[in-house]
């Protein structure tokens, strides 16, 4: 089942902390995806998807309900978590194992904290086991193409592997301001 949240409180923070969303296992990825902004991190079924930072969680679809018959985008990322930082921008993992059961809409979570295991669900069976991961800006539910990805993660995740702590905030919230709160669909 999804459930959202329709309004997520943004904590002032002078200063949020970062993580790299994988903890534990070796991983690869690229900067390119498809054709819409996000990244693919290769990793070992099961490993821990972390949140990369502070905040609460907005949406969860614990159910794979892809099907190649209909290709729904909606469904494509099959087992997902989202997640509002206290940054304001939105974390979003998908093709997802499992998302513990301790996990819950509107949970306060901490940066580093475990919130998915990372899986092929969705339109990713049959492929490597990765988190497909997006930056984007929360949005009432059913705008599944912001969730998924509308800023590259590629330069903050990097720097986060590296130990740099840079925030994406401003970069989405310039990003938003340009395409609006709610973007044509674009990519597949």
């Known amino acids: 089942m999804t459930v959202v949240v329709s309004a997520v409180p943004v904590v002032a923070n002078a200063s949020p902390q970062y993580a790299f969303p994988i903890k534990g296992c070796p991983v690869t990825f690229t900067r390119y995806h498809h054709n819409y902004p996000a990244t ?3 990793a070992e079924r099961g ?3 972390v949140a990369p930072t502070s905040g609460i969680i907005d949406e969860i679809n614990r159910i794979d309900r892809f099907s190649w018959s209909t290709n729904r985008g909606a469904d494509r990322g099959g087992k997902m978590i989202s997640m509002v930082g206290d940054d304001g921008v ?3 993992g998908s ?3 499992s998302i513990p059961a301790s996990v819950k809409v509107g949970d306060r979570v901490s940066v580093g904290e475990l919130i998915g295991r990372v899986g092929t669900t969705g339109d990713a069976g049959g492929t490597a086991p990765h988190l497909h991961f997006g930056i984007s800006w929360p949005t009432k539910a059913g705008i599944w193409w912001v969730r998924r ?4 993660p590629f330069d903050y995740i990097t720097a986060w592997k590296s130990g740099k702590n840079i925030s994406p905030a401003k970069s989405v919230a310039k990003l938003r ?3 609006g709160d709610i973007p044509k669909q674009s990519g597949y």
């Open 149 to 152: 990805g509308e800023l590259n």
């Open 177 to 179: 301001a340009k395409l």
């Open 95 to 97: 093709h997802l194992q």
């Open 40 to 42: 693919d991190i290769l």
């Open 90 to 92: 939105r974390y979003y």
């Open 47 to 49: 490993c821990a998807f």
